[in-house]
């Protein structure tokens, strides 16, 4: 499986936008790129997911570079409910294998 | 909507006793996982299945045992339990139907120590 990689931590402020990174240099070009979150004593939740062009929902944004090598989650106003670990995955094409987790990038939210 | 429900919550187990993690979705997801998350890391696939009757490794099986009678439930088998195994588990389903893009769909987890 192609491989993500992630800050292991990052600060904002509440109510400021967060852009979390992830770079995916071996991605193919049928593969999803996938965002979960996970709150603290919870199980994943999805979060967001897109192939090429940007996606917005009501949780949050994805920017997809051109080249499809990197990836970004915006949280568009963070609160306090936002503080998690957040993980980037790809999604497998055609693949009955679930998603393959890393560690993530430890979101903060200062009041 | 219940969603994915595991129990039970909490557990602790001696070392060498078994157990069952119970694992059950009302979406009539085809797939289900489980997965163990260690402290500070992130999720790593212990077993999945494709639909009923049929299940397959994942990352790190060994230790562990699991069916599939039903759609709706996929238990974990713990035969032997040994202190590598504390860990707290999650279960997910997801859909088939949208491809490469259905999502997954997590379980609160079962935190379980062995000592």
């Known amino acids: 499986d192609a491989k993500t990689t992630q800050p292991n931590s990052m600060e904002s402020n509440e109510e400021e936008p967060v852009h979390l990174p992830c770079n995916h240099s071996?991605?193919?070009?049928?593969?999803?790129i996938h965002w979960y979150r996970q709150l603290p004593s919870q199980g994943p939740e999805y979060v967001i997911h897109?192939?090429?062009s940007n996606v917005n929902n009501r949780m949050a944004s994805l920017a997809i570079a051109e080249d499809r090598k990197s990836s970004t989650l915006i949280l568009h106003r963070a609160t306090l409910r936002d503080a998690a670990v957040y993980y980037c995955?790809?999604?497998?094409?055609?693949?009955?294998?679930?998603?393959?987790f890393g560690s993530g990038t430890q979101l903060t939210v200062l009041p | 909507n219940a969603g994915v429900t595991q129990t039970p919550k909490f557990r602790i187990l001696k070392i060498g006793q078994s157990m069952t993690l119970q694992c059950t979705q009302d979406?009539?997801?085809?797939?289900m996982y489980w997965y163990r998350q260690d402290p500070g890391m992130g999720l790593k696939l212990i077993y999945y299945?494709?639909?009923?009757?049929?299940?397959d490794k994942g990352e790190v099986p060994n230790g562990y045992n699991v069916s599939r009678s039903t759609t709706e439930d996929f238990p974990l088998r713990l035969e032997l339990a040994a202190p590598s195994q504390t860990s707290v588990y999650f279960c997910?389903?997801?859909?088939?139907?949208?491809?490469?893009?259905?999502?997954?769909?997590f379980g609160s987890g079962t935190q379980l120590s062995v000592l």
């Open positions: 997910a389903s997801s859909s088939t139907r949208q491809g490469s893009t259905e999502k997954l769909f």
């Open positions: 071996t991605i193919s070009g049928t593969d999803y």
């Open positions: 897109g192939l090429t």
């Open positions: 995955i790809l999604r497998v094409s055609g693949s009955a294998r679930q998603l393959t």
């Open positions: 979406m009539n997801h085809n797939y």
């Open positions: 299945s494709v639909g009923a009757g049929i299940t």
